[in-house]
């Protein structure tokens, strides 16, 4: 298949969230695996047994730990900006009624990267700072370790540190809802 060659002066038209979450309501999108990232709707990865297996035992970890008090969201939609619309594997969010509006605020967000680790790092990271997301987890389920970005300052990561299968993560604001690294990938 040949690719369109477009005059100089063309340039691409991104969608914005709202117009996105219109498509996707009238099921545009339907048994696709998309989110918006920068107005591009970007294919998301299958999600394998070595991408689910670490996201299902956060869930079992930090869904008793934070009920009541936190909201844990799977793969569902988050409002980071006029833009972008990613589906991170988890979000830890204040708790609340998404009804009407997916939630633009979040303790923590955690992807996690068997093939994706680049762009987690590159495209999201820097959004998710940009957005004010406090702190941000890549679960690097090649390496078997945990990347967390901290130190939000002036829309950016400042630290990032690399937590290995015997440390322990803390959710940030939840000093009690924590995650030993090595149970992650089964050590």
Known sequence: MQTATLPAHARPRRLRRAEYDTLAGEGFFRGERVELIQGIVVEMSPIGPAH??????????????LVRRARVRVQQPFALADDSEPEPDLAIVPLGQYAERHPDRAYLIVEIAETSLEY??????????????????????????????????????????????????????FDDAKVRVGELFGS
């Open 52 to 65: 689910a297996n670490p996201l299902d035992l956060l869930v079992e970890r930090l869904v008793p730990a």
């Open 120 to 173: 987690d790092r590159e495209t999201k990271a820097p959004l998710y700072a940009a957005a004010g997301i406090g702190e941000y987890w890549i679960v690097d389920v090649n390496a078997r370790c945990v990347e967390v970005f901290e130190g939000l300052a002036a829309g950016q990561y400042t630290r990032i540190r690399r937590v290995e299968a015997d440390g322990e993560l803390v959710v940030p604001g």
